[in-house]
């Protein structure tokens, strides 16, 4: 909210005098001292990353008297890095920061009573009667001496003739400001906090055929800092950065490359080697809270289903049989033509499907990374249960020093009244060749390859094959 510097900065300015004259009258008689809060922002900005962190810009208007003055800039997270702050007026001129302190000794029972080691303490009682006493330590909780004895509690209630004078209700940056000149100024400060994060997550809802569905996105934003930012423009940055960027200017970025209008007003652009998000309307992000912002809708997006094996890590197990499980994979194409093609936040996809009946029921979830337009996206959404298989090493002998030959049999099981085609995967561990095969290979690289094998309904298919493997 806007807020100009007439009335009632003047007011604060002597309020805080006055206040700090009582609890901290060495500072006030040298130089005035001047509180901004929240109440101060004419901008508010915050770019957040996936890292656990946010880049915070804030536009204050204050207040300052000509010469030195202390600046108490109030309502900031606890979780902030000082060190990373930049403090500019508008115009770039009439301001110096001198020193700056970043003073979180907050205020609370312990740390109250920790002030009093050593001093006087009053104890009211019932009747109206006072009793005194020295309180001697907190260490483990407050020792007292009262009337000559060494005790841990005392009846009534405990009253201290005043606040400590260098503990804050909140965290609070410290300012020593040379201006030139009284008047209103813009501060532009920036600043790095923990406690902000962000992630996708995203909904796909197939259609009764499994060949298509709708996927929905959400920004999904955790806000554990220690503040809360009223009326906030909200930026996400996705990418895996190193080093978060220099905090001048979080917002200008000249190395845009497109920008494509999302769901709910948000705009998506290309940062140099990242992806930025902005929510088109300003929001507030509470302390302790999670909030979802919709970031775009895609419907009639294309969708394959997959049963995928993944073979022994090396072709060797034994000679013994087991039973393995069949995995089900779901794959979308990030690519305009299959309903997509936008750049995917790294976050996690849930599927559904719908019973006979409607109802809509979870089938699997999965993580995924960021994903650029014109890649694939797989997910893993469980094991298919009425589709299994059975591997058998049925042979394996030496062909020299460096070298070996398995022989092995997989019985896929399909009791579903619909055909299916598994995709079995194996893993030599060395040069490879295949000797036999019931079925045809695929290369998949320099270790591995592949079988597409297709099993009828409620029917059974034996996959066989030979390889010679040389380390």
């Known amino acids: 909210m806007m807020r100009t510097c007439l009335g009632f900065v003047g007011f604060r300015l002597a309020a805080a005098v006055i206040v700090l004259a009582a609890a901290l009258p060495a500072v006030a008689t040298d130089i005035p001292v001047v509180l901004s809060g929240a109440d101060d922002r004419a901008e508010l900005m915050l770019t957040i990353y996936n890292e656990n962190l946010a880049l915070v810009r804030e536009v204050r208007r ?56 050593g001093r006087e303490v009053t104890w009211l009682q019932e009747d109206g009667s006072r009793r005194t006493g020295t309180l001697l330590g907190m260490a483990q909780g407050p020792v ?26 909140l965290p609070t940056l410290v300012w020593q400001v040379r201006a030139e000149g009284a008047g209103c100024r813009d501060l532009d400060v920036s600043y790095l906090t923990r406690g902000v994060s962000w992630s996708a997550d995203y909904v796909l809802q197939l259609a009764e055929s499994g060949t298509s569905g709708d996927l929905q996105a959400w920004v999904s934003v955790d806000n554990r800092s220690g503040a809360t930012y009223r009326d906030a423009q909200l930026m996400f940055l996705a990418g895996d950065v190193h080093q978060a960027p220099p905090p001048s200017r979080p917002i200008m970025y000249k190395a845009a490359e497109m920008a494509m209008d999302m769901a709910g007003g948000m705009v998506e652009e290309t940062v140099s080697d990242y992806h930025l ?23 009639d997006v294309k969708v394959s289903r997959h049963y995928r094996l993944g073979g022994s890590p090396a072709l060797r197990h034994g000679g013994a ?151």
């Open 144 to 169: 007292y001496r009262v009337d000559g004895q060494v005790v841990f509690e005392v009846p009534g209630r405990l009253a201290l003739p005043e606040l400590p004078g260098d503990l804050r209700a």
């Open 277 to 299: 998000y902005t929510y088109g309307e300003r929001t507030t992000l509470k302390e302790q809270s999670v909030k979802q912002l919709s970031l775009f809708t895609a419907p």
């Open 321 to 471: 049989s087991r039973s393995d499980r069949v995995a089900v994979w779901h794959v979308l194409e990030n690519r305009e033509r299959d309903g997509l093609g936008l750049p995917l936040p790294a976050g996690v996809v849930r599927v559904y499907g719908r019973s006979a009946s409607g109802a809509r029921q979870l089938l699997g979830e999965d993580r995924i990374g960021h994903t650029p337009k014109d890649e694939t996206v797989e997910l893993l959404t469980g094991y298919a249960f009425d589709i299994g298989a059975e591997r058998t090493q049925t042979d394996e002998r030496a062909r020299g020093d460096r070298s070996r030959e398995y022989a092995y049999r997989i019985l896929l099981k399909n009791h579903t009244p619909s055909p299916v085609t598994v995709e079995v995967t194996e893993s030599a561990g060395g040069e490879w060749s295949i000797l036999e095969e019931s079925h045809a290979h695929a290369k998949v690289d320099a270790d591995t390859f592949r079988f597409d094998v297709p099993v009828p309904a409620d029917g059974e298919t034996a996959l066989t094959y030979r390889v010679l493997v040389t380390w």
């Open 62 to 117: 204050i207040e300052l008297p000509g010469g030195d003055a202390r600046l108490e800039f109030q309502d900031v997270p606890s979780q902030i890095e000082p060190r990373s702050l930049l403090v500019e007026t508008a115009s770039g001129k009439g301001l110096r920061l001198l020193e700056q302190n970043y003073e979180f000794d907050l205020m609370s029972r312990e740390k109250i009573l920790e002030k009093y080691v």
